[in-house]
């Protein structure tokens, strides 16, 4: 099985940072695409961040592009987002995801983690 929890989430102010962490259990984690989605009361899932098997690759989404920044450690089984001048509509609950290929939708991903709420406020 693969396992992925997710933390650091929590309340910042607008224009702080935070970064994510997602530690993952099970055989496959080192070959699986890692990544994030969001979700806010009300929005669509909307996609964050992917990163590939080796790190080599990322994804962004447009609203986060230039402000936030994925990472993984393979050898710690960890996967990480870095979220700098964060802002209100970056609120939302941050799910950490694993599949077998790269993909912007959510239905992609077989492996889901229970999610961390990050607050920005203003």
């Known amino acids: 099985q693969v396992q992925l929890v997710e933390s650091g989430g929590g309340l910042v102010q607008a224009g702080g940072s935070l970064r994510l962490s997602c530690a993952a259990s099970g055989r496959t984690f080192s070959r699986d695409v890692m990544g994030w989605f969001r979700q806010a009361p009300g929005k669509e899932r909307e996609f964050v961040s992917a990163i590939s098997w080796s790190g080599d690759s990322t994804d962004y989404g447009d609203s986060v592009k230039d402000r936030f920044t994925i990472s993984r450690d393979n050898a710690k089984n960890t996967v990480y987002l870095q979220m700098n001048s964060l802002n209100a509509e970056d609120t939302a609950v941050y799910y950490c995801?694993?599949?077998?290929?790269?993909?912007?939708?959510?239905?992609?991903?077989?492996?889901w983690g229970q999610g961390t709420q990050v607050t920005v406020s203003s």
């Open positions: 995801v694993g599949g077998s290929w790269f993909s912007r939708r959510g239905s992609s991903y077989g492996y």
